[in-house]
């Protein structure tokens, strides 16, 4: 029987790990879970954009520059509505709309996320299978000093720069996780979970926070690791570090580690965080130091093939 992996991850720091993932693993190997905290409605469409950056990512339609969105776009829409006076702080490529339209209108037909989601990933030519968190609509919300706000308020509109007190996942206690990600967290197979770089608090908590998935994780018999989004202090990708500072945590792969304690057995460590791995190993958990920088695509090739090897060897 082939050992079978699940990679929990958000959007664009995750999705660079999945994209190494997917090319040393087959498309049955691995299943990518993915978090829905992000996803909004606007201008009457249903927006998924940690779903749409792993599809991109994936299928090699990302944009390189940007990091979001597809490559090759055009922004006429954006710029007829902004002639008409409309919402622009959330942009919306050519090409991009496509896909929001067509998820949107399956969505209103009855379809689940998980079915939409599978349809539009194979129609963009992804072979691995990516699994929203849930079926149910569960939004994350950030907590500053002026009020709460909607992550794409906080993130996209506001720029990160209100100051975070804390954070809510809304609708997560009515939420249930589907059963394609049951059977793929119960699968006799399953060798080990990886939870991708992706922001502790806005990507991965949102996936941790939906009923059930914090029990079945400690319950597997396999190994649950991390790779650590903070190297040197600082994030390699979005507000992490910024974060942790307005939380009062310390912006430390240490930090990040305690933070998924109580469900992880192992944690992966950049090497100019390598004095840190003694404090993570005090934690009670197993830990790695290897290169967690990804520039290029050996280097997230050489991360994914790092994290496999670390899983076997505590396994």
Known sequence: MTDRYVAITGGIGGAKLALGLSKVLAADDVTFIVNTGDDFEHLGLTICPDIDTLCYTLSGLANPELGWGRADESWHFMAALDALGGETWFNLGDRDLALHVERTRRL?????????????AQALGVEHRVLPMSNDRISTVVLTGDGPLAFQHYFVRDKCAPEVTGFRFDGADRAALSAEVVQALH???????????SNPYVSVDPVLAVPGMRDRLRALTCPV?????IVGGAAIKGPTAKMMAELGVPSTAEAVAKHYRDVLDGFVVDRADAALAAAVEALGIASVTTQ??????ADRIDLARDSLEFLHRIK
């Open 292 to 297: 967690t920088v990804m520039l290029t695509l």
């Open 108 to 120: 209103k037909s009855g379809e689940s996320l998980t079915a939409v989601t599978a349809h539009i």
């Open 225 to 229: 690791i991390a790779i650590s989004p």
């Open 187 to 197: 699968d006799d197979a399953l060798a080990g979970v990886i939870i991708c770089p």
